[in-house]
């Protein structure tokens, strides 16, 4: 029994309710329009899985769950009404709806900043539930609908209406002007408000067991011209350079097996290979283009002394002349070639001057101050050790820029003679390191 005191609130909550039920537009027959055609994957972009990881089969996109992964459709939305039908193969099996997404992965993760819906089967915690979650996820932002006992950007179900696997479920999910409403099976059991961003690309996620998806149509629905940091980050025509799940499209030699390693969304390497060329390289050559590439150095750090690098690339000396050094916490050396040689490669390492010079260059005292100057960080914008960095390279002409974590460490330094076009590589130096999120997209002359 409700004690009295408690009821004009109660009432207002049953009103309120109502509302939340009711604030969802219905979209009417004639305005939706099929995302997935039943025959194919036309009108959806493989994000970073392999070719096998979405698959059609009679009339229903089958996910394997291998690897970890995205695709998304084709373009960006705003106001619409989703629905869509999901089923799991497995018991426990994990997957997800991903609402106003990034067209790339964040950094360090198989994932893209957006909006999940949860498609989830058989767990059932205070803090997360198989029917239903509504959550933000990689920098998105949103206002749980009821507040989460965590205090989690994280809506729960006001009810549990989904049904185990392998039955099929209904999700319809209604986003206008930053607020979503999800029904499961007939009836909204959560949502969001104040979402950012509020328009951007819709995906499927794929995520360690197979999952079926069917039936998926859109409506929709009057736009509001959102702001600039209100829509997703498009996705510009990069494709994946890693399936994660093997290493099509890398040049193969038996000397890699058990060390250049597939595992899942990173490709992890022990600094062990036993190939001639210990280096990893793709089979297609590559002239302008734009690679977008994280890192991680996985090694146990270990105090060592390294030489501080002025801005103009020489190495800075004493009163006695001699290299001045420093001590960092050392946790290996890595790189990444350009264009099929090891003199344009940008550096992946623990020096005072950061990741991302291009070690080739800055030591050849052939090249002209201006050259070496060029190849010089501006700035050391590495993450602290343990955590992943995001390269974004553009190289066109023989002009490089190198932009680190957000921050731009080269701006069109030139590298004379540099071959116009080549393979790129991962390279050996003899130390673990793990890489994820490879992506590239050419660019004409």
Not at 230 to 251: H, N, R
């Amino acid at each position: 029994m409700l004690n009295a005191r408690f009821l004009p609130a109660f009432s207002a909550a049953l009103v309120l309710a109502a509302a939340v039920v009711v604030a969802a537009p219905a979209a009417a027959e004639g305005e939706f329009k099929p995302l997935f055609n039943g025959k194919d994957l036309s009108g959806w972009v493989n994000v970073n899985c392999a070719p096998g990881t979405f698959t059609v089969k009679d009339g229903i996109i089958v996910s394997t769950g291998v690897p970890t992964g995205v695709i998304r459709s084709e373009k960006q939305y705003e106001n619409f009404v989703l629905e869509l039908e999901y089923r799991h193969m497995k018991a426990g099996g994990n997957a997800g709806v991903f609402i106003w997404s990034d067209g790339l992965t964040a950094v360090g993760t198989p994932f893209c900043k957006a909006i999940e819906v949860q498609v989830l089967d058989g767990r059932e915690t205070e803090s997360y539930t198989s029917h239903g979650d509504v959550f933000s996820i990689h920098g998105a932002r949103m206002k749980p609908d009821r507040p989460h006992p965590a205090g989690w950007e994280r809506c729960l179900p006001s009810e549990k209406r989904a049904k185990p696997s392998p039955e099929w479920n209904h999700y319809r999910v209604t986003c206008q002007n930053g607020d979503l409403k999800l029904a499961v099976n007939g009836k909204v059991v959560s949502g969001a408000s104040a979402c950012n961003p509020r328009k951007g690309y819709i995906c499927l996620e794929s995520e360690g067991s197979e999952c079926h998806f069917r039936n998926i149509r859109i409506a929709e629905l009057a736009g509001t011209n959102p702001k600039p940091d209100e829509i997703a980050a498009t996705a510009e025509g990069f494709l994946p350079l890693y399936t994660g799940v093997d290493l099509a499209g890398w040049k193969h030699d038996s000397g890699h097996e058990g060390h250049w390693k597939p595992s899942n969304w990173t490709l992890t390497y022990d600094g062990k290979s036993e190939a001639q060329d210990k280096n990893l390289w793709t089979e297609k050559s590559y002239g302008n283009f734009i690679l977008v590439c994280d890192w991680k150095l996985s090694a146990e750090p270990k105090p060592m002394k390294r030489p501080v690098i002025l801005a103009s690339g020489d190495v800075k000396t004493g009163d006695d002349g001699k290299p001045v050094e420093v001590e960092v916490q050392d946790a290996g050396d890595s790189g990444i070639y350009l264009r099929g040689n090891s003199k344009s490669q940008v550096n992946i390492w623990c020096w005072p001057i950061g990741s991302g010079e291009v070690y080739g260059y800055r030591t050849d005292k052939a090249q002209s101050l201006e050259v070496r100057a060029g190849v010089t960080p501006k700035k050391r914008a590495d993450k602290p050790l343990g955590q992943w960095n995001r390269f974004v390279i553009t190289m066109q002409g023989d002009q490089l820029t190198v932009v680190l974590n957000g921050q731009t460490v080269l701006e069109n330094a030139v590298l004379p003679g540099v071959p116009p076009s080549g393979p790129i590589a991962l390279q050996h130096h003899g130390d673990a390191l793990q890489f994820a999120n490879i992506f590239i997209k050419e660019l004409k002359e």
